[in-house]
């Protein structure tokens, strides 16, 4: 992919992101914090080439660490944001 | 997720060498993945969609980090899936451990953590640029180390990606240490602080372009020092109260973090997702900013609330009304209408759940009870939201400012807990007050007020005096908020 290409993507995304972000209730707002915590943990994915390659160790151990630091904010962020929606509920009547 | 079969190594180009040929199933996939972030954030338009959304991100992640590992010649996997469990573990137990008033501080972490995990796989692209596919097979390789140049603009990329993810680590390490309370709420102040941050800046800037033709370590070791220099310089100046704007900024730091490096991997899914979660943050800052009335650049620029007076010294003390909780009670049973204020105060106190169950004894009543949430109230946008979650508050009785304010005129009682600053009417009235100009609620035109405080000393954190202790129809409740609430509960029995 051309750098251009990659840069629309990257403006549409953000246009996107704007219209997705305001429709968001405020209340929800420490939950969305939460889920885009975990969701930019999708770095993971330079994080696994990293380590994946072998021919450097560095690189390697640099990867496995980030994997780590990556995977925490997945895991902790998904569990977290779900915690929290749970808590939300209508009233009984 | 689609079948995995198409995803099989040996059906694709070898990645590893040549990083960017697209394999159109790859493509897709991380496409797949970038949607389904969008719809998990779509998802919390409203709590009933929520959990879907939720979902979608996770599915997205697993799609990402799949097609990844199916895509790419693995030499550790075993260490790759350790890595994760050891990882995914931790991040478990602390989200099922955590204390919801605990929130703002654990976000702080994890923002820290995305800042981190950027830096290290900036280092890795740095020191295998191979593995990444971003070497310039055209140039000479006489100033790289290996003899490996990398791609000018992948240069500029990863110099970027690793600079902002330095300064999301160490700034939000600032801020997790300042809501955790392990480092005082007040700012620090340092001589010519801007100086030394453009300063900074500027040299973080120049040696991006630098690193473009010299790539030695030293270049790139600097960014990331400077980076992480900056991070710590530009949270420091910043107080307490504009912790919630400080976090929701380090958020959008870390989605635009994220989205550098995924340009540098040419990655769909990352570009997407920084793209999200950075104009997410940038929207979050712009909605504290706007319901503080103050510009992002003055919260940037810190030092609001270093020169709050301490508890009202030389100034004359104005009479006010002190009521028990049995006072309380009594007026709460008669009214008719209840619009409860909570603020940072209630967190602290962990009175939700008595404020809970004395909304339940009045409803039982038949008294109306609504709830008014300021945005900035707690330390993170929502807190209180969920908070009054955590206790059970159903949140169709959980309103915002905007939508309650007009309501305060037909309210007989406005009972505030652990508020201040949202409630002064000096926001509305007083051009010289550090808050002027900023959306309060109308409490004035209740009935009659409640206000609980643990004492008479303290001010909000604009350390300005506030007007409606001292009106007609307000009594004050002076005592530790949790206890005063549930003497309420008792006395209503």
Same mark, same amino acid.
């Given at each position: ?9 990257? +403006? ?9 972000? *305001?429709? +968001? ?35 390697? *151990? ?5 994997? +780590? ?25 | ?57 996770? &599915? ?8 990844? =590992? ?35 501080? =654990? ?43 990398? =791609? ?7 110099? =970027? ?16 240490? @300042? ?43 600097? &960014? ?112 008719? @209408? ?106 004035? @035109? ?48």
């Amino acid at each position: 992919m051309d750098f251009i290409s990659i840069l629309s993507i990257f +403006v549409l995304a953000c246009f996107v992101g704007y219209y997705v972000v *305001w429709s +968001v209730t405020p209340a929800l707002h420490t939950p969305l914090m939460a889920v885009t915590n975990a969701i930019s943990s999708v770095i993971i994915v330079g994080a696994l080439i990293a380590a994946a390659a072998a021919e450097v160790p560095g690189a390697k *151990w640099l990867g496995l660490a980030a994997i +780590v630091l990556a995977s925490i904010n997945i895991f902790g962020g998904f569990a977290v944001t779900a915690r929290m929606l749970k808590m939300y509920r209508k009233k009984e009547r | 997720m689609a079948a995995p079969a198409v995803y099989a190594p040996e059906n694709l180009p070898a990645i590893t060498d040549a990083a960017h040929a697209v394999n159109p199933w790859v493509a897709l996939a991380y496409l797949a993945s970038g949607v389904l972030f969008i719809l998990a954030l779509r998802g919390l338009s409203h709590p009933s969609t929520s959990r879907a959304g939720n979902r979608y991100g996770m &599915i997205g992640m697993a799609i990402a980090v799949v097609t990844t =590992l199916l895509t790419h010649e693995i030499a550790s996997l075993p260490e790759i899936l350790i890595a994760i469990a050891i990882g995914g573990g931790i991040g478990f137990v602390i989200a099922q451990r955590i204390a919801m008033t605990a929130m703002p501080q =654990l976000v702080a972490a994890f923002h820290s953590l995305v800042g981190m995990a950027a830096v290290l796989v900036g280092a890795a692209a740095y020191l295998n640029p191979e593995a990444f596919g971003i070497v310039d097979t055209a140039s000479d390789a006489a100033y790289a180390p290996g003899g490996t140049p990398i =791609l000018l603009q992948s240069a500029i990329e990863l110099g =970027l990606g690793v600079a902002i993810g330095a300064i999301t680590f160490s700034g939000s390490v600032i801020a997790f240490l @300042k809501l955790n309370g392990n480092m005082g709420g007040k700012p620090i102040l340092l001589p010519a602080r801007h100086l030394i941050n453009l300063g900074t800046l500027a040299a973080i800037l120049g040696l991006v372009g630098y690193f473009t033709f010299d790539q030695s370590p030293w270049v790139f070791w600097t &960014i990331a020092a400077l980076a992480f220099l900056i991070g710590f310089l530009l949270i420091i100046p910043i107080g307490g109260a504009d912790m919630p704007v400080v976090v929701s900024m380090l958020n959008s730091y870390s989605g635009w973090a994220a989205a550098a490096m995924g340009f540098t991997l040419h990655n769909t899914a990352m570009i997407i997702t920084g793209a999200l979660v950075g104009s997410s943050g940038a929207i979050l800052s712009y909605i504290m900013c706007r319901a503080m009335n103050r510009s992002f650049l003055s919260v940037i620029a810190g030092g609001f609330g270093a020169e709050a007076i301490p508890g009202g010294e030389a100034k004359e003390q104005r009479p006010f009304k002190q009521g028990s909780a049995e006072d309380a009670a009594f007026i709460l049973e008669q009214a008719e @209408k209840v619009i409860i204020i909570p603020g940072y105060g209630m967190a602290v106190a962990q009175a939700q759940h008595a404020l809970r169950e004395m909304a339940d004894k009045l409803k039982a009543k038949g008294v109306e009870v609504k709830y008014a949430i300021h945005p900035v109230a707690g330390r993170m946008p929502g807190h209180m939201n969920v908070l009054l979650a955590e206790a059970q508050v159903p949140y169709d009785e959980v309103f915002e400012l905007e939508d309650i304010n007009s309501e305060f005129a037909q309210a007989d009682v406005a009972f505030i807990i652990g508020a201040n600053d949202v409630v002064n009417p000096a926001a509305k009235t007083d051009k010289a007050s550090p808050i002027y100009g900023m959306p309060v609620f109308d409490v004035d @035109k209740a009935k009659q007020v409640f206000f609980i405080k643990r004492s008479m000393g303290g001010v909000g954190y604009a350390g300005v005096d506030n007007d409606v202790f001292y009106m007609e129809q307000t009594m004050m409740l002076l005592a530790d908020a949790k206890k005063m609430v549930e003497d309420i509960v008792k006395a209503l029995d």
